[in-house]
Every structure is written in structure tokens, then in C-alpha cells.
């Protein structure tokens, strides 16, 4: 094994919103050397970093919109996500929860600030991931995998801390959500000074997004809160250690190294595919969902 060093460490861009819920930092594809094949299979990164939003009788939060090609991965740190969706699921995200949206073939969709959250206000906090699918299923059928923080593996690191593994391995140990391709992705909840190492194959493209304190990545690039780190894909292994009280959320995964053609809230392979989504949308084929 040799140490995975790092690329680049990202401060975030300047916010803006998406709908009047989501006050967010576009890491992917939005920053310079981040971009959807450099990145693959994660194609889009946002991150609302903490932020008061007042009590509102009305949900904050982004109308219906369709989505065709990749799947959804929206992580809830603080406050509530509540969505809904043309084949009729829907649900509430809670704090520590992680939601895992396969829109494949095509779904229409919606989210917003859960109803009993949004009267009262607070603090909100998530990162919403796009995660790309092969060709052979980017037309299989939508569903969802609800993931409560409970049910999340957890891998006890003794007086460092611990690491909740959502989807892959840590130390052997496996998250509860289903991958159409090998994707780790896990939050490290560290003490101050607490440690943590971390090992992905040397082609998996491999991130680590700083949620809460700073950090030090290989005992000598510090990271602090609400900054993106890249590795490089040479090595496999590499170690964080907190600064302070520390949440760090990291995401490895294999290239999926197909043509990728997005539009919108479509991601094919193709502009003859995108055409057809488009079609598709427009003549009714995603459903109904009213706004």
C-alpha cells in the first residue's frame, strides 16, 4: 500500500440558492478540475453549509422537476427534508438520514423543508450528491433507498471517534445502501485529535468534504470546515486527524468511463438520448406530480 496524496484542497465558491430551500457551495462540476469525467461517477456535488432560515408557514424548498440518468444521494445533517414523487413515494429525511433516489428511467420530483421543521426554523445543513449510472441502467425502473442514520454501519474507533459507512467497506465492515458500481461512502465523526485511515483502490476517484471542525489530511494538508479535499489517483491509503471536533463526509468510487451527456437534470450517454428525455418529458411518460 502506498499513501493516496492529495490534489487540491477547495474552499467553496460563493452560495446561491436552488428553489428558496437550498442555500448552496457547488463543488461538482462547478469548480475548475472537478468536472463530471475528472469526478466520475459522482457528477454533481452540492453542499448547503449551515445556515438559519426562519419559521415559515409555507416549506421552503424546489418545485416539481424531473430527473432522468443518475441517482440522487441527499445526506441530512441538521433540519428535515420532506420530497415526493410522480410514482407515488415519498417521505420525510431526517437529521443523521441519507436518502438514495434512482430516478433512472425518468421520475418527476420535488423537496422541501419538512412541514413541523419549517414552522419553527433553524439551522439547515446537507449535501445533495448525483451519482452517475451505466448506460446498461440508466433506463431501469425508479426507487428509493431510505436510509435511517440507525441503520447505518458503524465502525467504533475507540477514543478517536467513529465512521458511519453509508454505502461500500470500511475495516470490513458494509453500508446498508445498494450500488449499481463499487461507490464508498461514509462520514467520519472524529474528536479532537482523533485519527482515522482510510484505504480505496488507486483509479477509484476519491474525495473528502470537510462538514464540521478541521482537519489534517497525511499529517500535513489542513483542511478546514466547508472545504472540499481531491486526491490524487496514485496510492490507495491515506489518514485524517481532527483539529477540533470533526465530521468529515468521504466518497470513493470507480470511473464508470462511459460517454457522459448531461442537460438539465438529464445525464445520458448521448444528445440522440437527451432529445428523447426531453420528448419523453414533454409528452407525459415521467408521470404527473402536482406542485
Request: glycine share 12%; aromatic share 10%.
Amino acid at each position: 500500500m502506498t499513501a493516496k496524496k492529495v490534489e487540491i484542497v477547495v474552499s467553496p465558491k460563493p452560495a446561491h440558492f436552488v428553489g428558496d430551500g437550498f442555500r448552496v457551495h457547488n463543488f461538482i462540476p462547478g469548480v475548475q478540475g472537478l468536472d463530471m469525467k475528472r469526478m466520475d461517477p459522482f457528477i454533481m456535488l452540492d453542499y448547503n453549509s449551515k445556515f438559519h432560515f426562519n419559521g415559515s408557514d409555507r416549506p421552503r424548498g424546489v418545485g416539481v422537476h424531473p430527473h432522468r440518468g443518475f441517482e440522487t444521494v441527499t445526506i441530512a445533517y441538521q433540519g428535515k427534508v420532506e420530497h415526493h414523487d410522480s410514482a407515488g413515494g415519498g417521505g420525510v429525511i431526517g437529521e443523521g438520514d441519507v436518502q438514495w433516489m434512482t430516478a433512472a428511467k425518468g421520475v418527476l420530483h420535488k423537496e422541501y423543508h419538512e412541514t413541523g421543521w419549517s414552522k419553527k426554523g433553524g439551522i439547515f445543513q446537507m449535501v445533495q450528491l448525483w451519482v452517475n449510472l451505466p448506460a446498461k441502467n440508466k433506463m431501469n425502473c425508479p426507487k428509493y433507498q431510505a436510509i435511517e442514520n440507525k441503520a447505518m454501519e458503524r465502525v467504533d474507533l475507540g477514543e478517536n471517534g467513529l465512521v458511519e459507512v453509508i454505502a461500500g467497506e470500511y475495516n470490513g465492515h458494509r453500508g446498508p445502501a445498494d450500488t449499481f458500481t463499487p461507490i464508498n461512502m461514509m462520514n467520519a465523526k472524529l474528536k479532537a485529535g482523533g485519527k482515522a485511515k482510510f484505504s480505496f483502490p488507486a483509479h477509484f476517484n476519491t474525495a473528502a468534504l470537510v462538514i464540521e471542525g478541521s482537519i489534517t489530511v497525511n499529517g500535513d494538508q489542513k483542511a478546514a470546515s466547508d472545504h472540499f479535499v481531491l486526491f490524487k489517483n496514485e496510492g490507495e491509503t491515506f489518514s485524517i486527524e481532527a483539529q477540533e471536533d470533526a465530521i468529515v463526509l468521504i466518497i470513493s468510487g470507480e470511473p464508470i468511463n462511459e460517454p457522459i451527456y448531461p442537460h438539465g437534470p438529464f445525464v445520458m450517454n448521448s444528445r440522440e438520448e437527451i432529445m428523447q428525455a426531453f420528448e419523453d418529458y414533454n409528452t407525459g411518460k415521467f408521470g404527473y406530480l402536482e406542485d
